[in-house]
């Protein structure tokens, strides 16, 4: 699979909030968010 990098530019608060989520599901916050835009593609 060919990958690109892209970079996201979160307000701190949210990725403050995010980074809490993902710790308690014990992923990193790469991982969340990766799945979060899975999920919603998956979604659609």
Known sequence: MEREQTTLRL???LK???AR???GLGISLND???SI???RKVIR
């Open 11 to 13: 307000p701190p608060a």
């Open 16 to 18: 403050e909030e995010l």
């Open 21 to 23: 989520e993902a710790q």
């Open 32 to 34: 969340y968010l990766l």
């Open 37 to 39: 835009i899975h999920d």
